[in-house]
């Protein structure tokens, strides 16, 4: 499973650093998926590790939609059902797995897969919006 962790590349910043920071966080949870699967303490971990990547996820995808309305991002809205589609999408795993048909490390290498790709292609559009946002503006609510 070693293989299956993400290494954060500079490839994937944004080129703001609170959303770039952000990221890396969501990275780390994936990889403390594998590794609750590696250790095979898989429920336990699973379930902590879906609820503190559900909670982050939803305060990073407001400080992303936050930026994108204060820029006038053109694909906004495609953007934000993007973030609606996975919150979706993670619900439906967990009930998958709360019935005995999703095992953690399949949850673990959708959410990889997503993740990456989302950060790859999806973030990077907006990227070149974001050159004259100040990132304090947009820290999450405390």
Excluded at 34 to 41: A, M, Q
Excluded at 58 to 79: C, G
Aim: proline letters at 4%; charged letters at 25%.
């Amino acid at each position: 499973m070693q293989n299956n962790k993400v290494a954060w590349s500079d490839a994937f910043s944004v080129g703001s650093k609170l959303i770039d920071d952000q990221h890396k966080g969501l990275v780390q949870m994936t990889n403390d998926l594998f590794t609750g699967c590696e250790r095979r303490d898989e429920t336990v971990s699973f379930m902590k590790a879906i609820q503190s990547a559900v909670s982050y996820a939803k305060v990073h995808f407001a400080t992303e939609e936050r930026f994108m309305q204060k820029t006038n991002y053109p694909d906004y809205a495609l953007h934000k059902k993007e973030h609606e589609d996975f919150v979706q999408m993670v619900l439906k795993q967990v009930k998958n797995f709360e019935d005995g048909n999703c095992a953690p490390i399949d949850f673990a290498l959708f959410l990889k897969n997503w993740l990456l790709n989302h950060i790859a292609v999806s973030d990077k559009k907006y990227s070149p919006y974001l050159t004259n946002i100040k990132d304090a503006e947009f820290a999450p609510p405390k």
